[in-house]
């Protein structure tokens, strides 16, 4: 089995490996901090995803991921993310998704409470929807004194359907999700997203951005996002090294 076989359809004991490594990188990004959650589906087709106990990503081990199902739930009595809900509905509605990232990366919140969209603006992310991202918006549905957290199948089943096609949602004043066809897709989308939403805010400080068009992005999201296996080699290298150097 290839690298790149091994993302697509990963036996058990390495997706394992791999869904650790995708909350070890994503901490080290700036993407997750104590806080926010990394999935992935079990294999391709399967009503179950892999999803870490209820503790901050940066801790999670193997022995820490539960299997779910669509509906949140888990086998024994671990402690589980109250947000777990958001992953269980993106799947059952998002056959061709294989892992999600939700985050609460801090350069996208701004766009989830503003009029001006979160569009493309570099090459690398060329998988955010062209026009404008789509944002979510609770209280459409928990009405104006929730947490903000999406904490029931209903509310996750809401954002599910707000993010619809699309690879990325935002979810006005708390964060993000980010969907792709495998889980370093995921990882490498959610790594991008934050970085075009800080290189957008900068460019809104100089004047009006000019934004990838619809046909730019598509393009540079077929020939960038073939290469995401690059990223994720270097990035699973360093959360390796800097765990060996703790030992
Ligand atoms: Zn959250």
Not at 8 to 16: K, M, N, S
Not at 175 to 198: D, F, K, M
Request: proline residues 4%; aromatic residues 6%; negative net charge.
């Amino acid at each position: 089995m290839t690298d790149t076989d091994s993302a697509i359809d990963p036996d058990p004991t390495e997706l394992r490996e791999q869904l650790v490594a995708a909350n070890h990188i994503l901490v080290r990004q700036g993407v997750l901090d104590a806080f926010g959650h990394v999935s992935a589906r079990t294999a391709a087709g399967a009503d179950t995803f892999l999803l870490s106990r209820n503790l901050a990503p940066g801790s999670v081990t193997a022995d820490d991921l539960l299997v779910h199902d669509l509906d949140g739930r888990a086998s024994g009595d671990r402690p589980l993310y109250l947000e777990r809900f958001i992953h269980a509905e993106i799947y059952r509605r998002r056959p061709d998704v294989m892992a999600v990232v939700h985050s609460h990366s801090p350069s996208v919140i701004p766009f989830s409470l503003c009029a001006t969209p979160l569009r493309p603006v570099i090459h690398m992310a060329g998988f955010l929807a062209s026009e404008r991202t789509p944002v979510y918006e609770i209280s459409d549905y928990a009405g104006d004194a929730s947490d903000l957290l999406i904490t029931s199948a209903g509310l996750g089943a809401s954002l599910a359907i707000t993010l619809a096609g699309d690879s990325v949602a935002l979810m006005r004043g708390h964060g993000s999700v980010t969907a792709g066809s495998s889980l370093r897709e995921s990882v490498y989308r959610a790594v991008y997203t934050e970085v075009n939403a800080r290189i957008q805010l900068e460019a809104h400080s100089l004047g009006n951005p000019r934004y990838l068009s619809a046909g730019e992005a598509k393009s540079s999201d077929e020939t960038v996002g073939g290469q995401a296996d690059r990223a994720w080699n270097v990035w699973r290298d360093q959360v390796t090294q800097e765990r060996n150097q703790s030992k």
